[in-house]
């Protein structure tokens, strides 16, 4: 309580302190005013002393008693009625500027803010980081500079790094992991996503040599496939990196996230994209008939089967599996708007608070779809 009121005279103090010119600049004119007017006063009685004197012509006696009269009226009080209300009306505005902002940050404050909660310093939050990212790395990275040979530590540190974009911490720390625990599928391919961040999304003969060492760990690891395509994407090979993706896209389940920008690349480097299977799996029959269909038949099956789905789900929304497949069936199609729609009534049917509303708001992140509007 007694900050707060520290607090409270302090303000009060700094109000003061810049209000005070404020308030007394209408005086000050004044003063000036006057001081002005009795100088020309003295100019005038001065002036008729000359002209008694012989000093000056009646002619220039009269031009200059013409000028001072004028300069005298422009400050005296009939002429400038109109400026000192437009200044007197500029400083109380001023005045409610200053007063009424400290007053809103703090009635925003006492809504908005835990005024209750004492303070702590930086220990105390260490200690107890919460969700709190910036103090989570803090406490990891006050970990390892006591242990720098906790590998574990630079194993979860380092993917932290790479997903704030503290590259070339990331890419330290997968080094050290993998020095340290050896290398694994998940390090080698976050070793080689932060070299590829380093070099603009290149993908490098040192990029290159970390993806093949993570293939012989995992033959089907699709991330590393993918960027070895890309390699020779980049290289001018489009028939290998086309033949690369057409591998990937065969190899990948119907739903999988990453299948529309593999089918992107197969169109840029010549080939015919791979076709989704539809989702809640399609019978014997489906499979039969969609042999013999044209590439524009078999889509339209396809987006059938899909908008049947959506049906099913608008009259029993109550179907959380169900969701999570049409959510993934429009991305595969590349319907981001359908599929943005798609989540807004599944998180209607299973909120966000809930275990089901997590899963498919990470859902929606992990297929690129946006959240902002489905969450409102």
Same mark, same amino acid.
């Given at each position: 309580m007694l900050f707060w009121i520290l607090v409270a005279v302090l303000t009060a103090v700094v109000a003061a302190v810049l209000l005070y010119p404020l308030l007394r600049g209408a005086k000050a004119a004044e003063n000036i005013r006057a001081g002005e007017a009795a100088v020309y006063r003295d100019q005038l009685r001065e002036l008729d002393r000359d002209l008694n004197g012989g000093l000056i012509t009646p002619e220039e006696a009269d031009y200059a008693r013409a000028e001072i009269g004028r300069r005298l009226i422009a400050v005296s009080a009939g002429g400038p009625e109109e400026p000192p209300k437009l200044a007197r009306h500029h400083r109380f505005t001023e005045a409610f500027v200053l007063l009424a902002l400290p007053l809103l940050g703090l009635c925003l404050y006492l809504t908005t803010g835990r005024p209750d909660l004492p303070s702590q310093p930086l220990e105390a939050r260490l200690e107890n980081p919460g969700n709190d990212m910036a103090v989570l790395i803090?406490? /990891?990275? @006050?970990?390892?500079?006591?242990?720098?040979?906790?590998?574990? =530590?630079?194993?979860?540190?380092?993917? !932290?790094?790479?997903? $704030?974009?503290?590259?070339?911490?990331?890419?330290? /720390?997968?080094?050290?992991?993998?020095?340290? +625990?050896?290398?694994?599928?998940?390090?080698?391919?976050?070793? /080689?996503?932060?070299?590829?961040?380093?070099?603009? &999304?290149?993908?490098?003969?040192? $990029?290159?040599?970390?993806?093949?060492?993570?293939?012989?760990?995992?033959?089907?690891?699709?991330?590393?496939?993918?960027? !070895?395509?890309?390699?020779?994407?980049?290289?001018?090979?489009?028939?290998? #990196? @086309?033949?690369?993706?057409?591998?990937?896209?065969?190899?990948?389940?119907?739903?999988?996230?990453? +299948?529309? +920008?593999?089918?992107?690349? !197969?169109?840029?480097? =010549? &080939?015919?994209? #791979?076709?989704? #299977? #539809?989702? =809640? =799996?399609?019978?014997?029959?489906?499979?039969?008939? /969609?042999?013999?269909?044209?590439?524009?038949? @078999?889509?339209?099956? !396809? @987006? &059938?089967?899909?908008?049947?789905?959506?049906?099913?789900l608008s009259a029993d929304p109550n179907n959380f599996e169900g969701w999570v497949r049409l959510v993934r069936s429009y991305a595969v199609l590349n319907d981001k708007d359908r599929a943005a729609g798609a989540l807004k009534r599944g998180l209607a049917a299973f909120p966000p608070p809930g275990e089901q509303g997590r899963q498919l708001l990470a859902l929606a992140r992990e297929l690129g779809i946006s959240t902002e509007e489905a969450t409102q």
């Open positions: 803090a406490k /990891a990275e @006050r970990h390892l500079v006591e242990k720098p040979d906790d590998g574990k =530590g630079w194993d979860v540190l380092a993917p !932290i790094y790479l997903r $704030t974009m503290r590259v070339n911490d990331a890419q330290l /720390a997968y080094r050290n992991a993998i020095r340290l +625990l050896g290398p694994s599928p998940a390090r080698l391919d976050g070793l /080689a996503e932060t070299l590829m961040a380093v070099s603009d &999304g290149v993908v490098t003969e040192e $990029t290159r040599q970390v993806l093949e060492q993570s293939l012989t760990l995992e033959p089907d690891n699709p991330r590393a496939r993918f960027y !070895i395509a890309l390699s020779m994407e980049q290289a001018g090979r489009p028939d290998e #990196a @086309r033949q690369a993706f057409e591998a990937l896209a065969k190899q990948s389940p119907a739903d999988a996230p990453w +299948l529309p +920008l593999v089918n992107e690349h !197969i169109a840029r480097n =010549g &080939g015919e994209a #791979a076709q989704p #299977a #539809a989702p =809640g =799996g399609p019978t014997s029959e489906d499979v039969a008939a /969609a042999e013999n269909m044209s590439a524009g038949d @078999r889509q339209q099956m !396809i @987006r &059938g089967m899909v908008e049947s789905l959506d049906a099913k």
